[in-house]
């Protein structure tokens, strides 16, 4: 099961990053990895047990279940809907409060679904998602040091 993780230091709290980390909708706008997501099934906050909905520039549509939270050190979320090559896909947060602010850790934990294709389907995926996970970090980080400019 691959798992992928890219860090960054942010001039933020770790409370001011966590909040940044699990922003939905129209204040999701600095992720490039996200053009749709919204807390569904009755969740309005990062909590375990809530769900969220998000859509990718690729068209990958999941929904995922945040498992594990504990604010403003760590969160995880586990796929409980998404594409059928997938068989699972989780991921989550740690902040740790560094000199100068927060170091954030994202990571990524995946199975893809068919076993048949796995080492030709995970040679082709592992890129891809190790590219889209430093993307998204890069953006985290920019708009963290744009709240910490304003």
Same mark, same amino acid.
């Given at each position: 099961?691959?798992?992928?993780?890219?860090?960054?230091?942010?001039?933020?709290?770790?409370?001011?990053?966590?909040?940044?980390?699990?922003?939905?909708?129209?204040?999701?706008?600095?992720?490039?990895?996200?053009? *749709?997501?919204?807390?569904? *099934?009755?969740?309005? @906050?990062?909590?375990?047990?809530?769900? %969220? %909905?998000?859509?990718?520039?690729?068209?990958?549509?999941?929904?995922?279940?945040?498992?594990?939270?504990?604010?403003?050190?760590?969160?995880?979320?586990?796929?409980?809907?998404?594409?059928?090559?997938? @068989?699972?896909?989780?991921?989550?947060? *740690? %902040? !740790?409060?560094?000199?100068?602010?927060?170091?954030?850790?994202?990571?990524?934990?995946?199975?893809?679904?068919?076993?048949?294709?796995?080492?030709?389907?995970?040679?082709?995926?592992?890129?891809?998602?190790?590219?889209?996970?430093?993307?998204?970090? !890069?953006? %985290?980080?920019?708009?963290?040091?744009?709240?910490?400019?304003?």
């Amino acid at each position: 099961m691959p798992q992928l993780e890219a860090s960054v230091i942010v001039p933020l709290s770790p409370d001011e990053a966590f909040a940044l980390a699990h922003t939905v909708g129209e204040a999701r706008s600095w992720d490039p990895g996200v053009v *749709r997501s919204q807390y569904i *099934r009755g969740a309005s @906050a990062p909590a375990p047990g809530a769900h %969220f %909905f998000t859509k990718t520039p690729s068209g990958r549509r999941m929904i995922l279940e945040l498992r594990v939270v504990h604010a403003p050190l760590m969160s995880s979320a586990e796929m409980v809907k998404g594409p059928a090559w997938l @068989a699972s896909f989780g991921e989550g947060w *740690r %902040f !740790e409060a560094v000199d100068g602010g927060t170091k954030a850790t994202w990571k990524y934990t995946y199975k893809l679904a068919s076993p048949v294709f796995a080492s030709t389907l995970g040679a082709a995926t592992k890129p891809v998602f190790e590219r889209e996970l430093q993307e998204r970090a !890069e953006a %985290f980080a920019s708009r963290a040091d744009e709240l910490a400019a304003s």
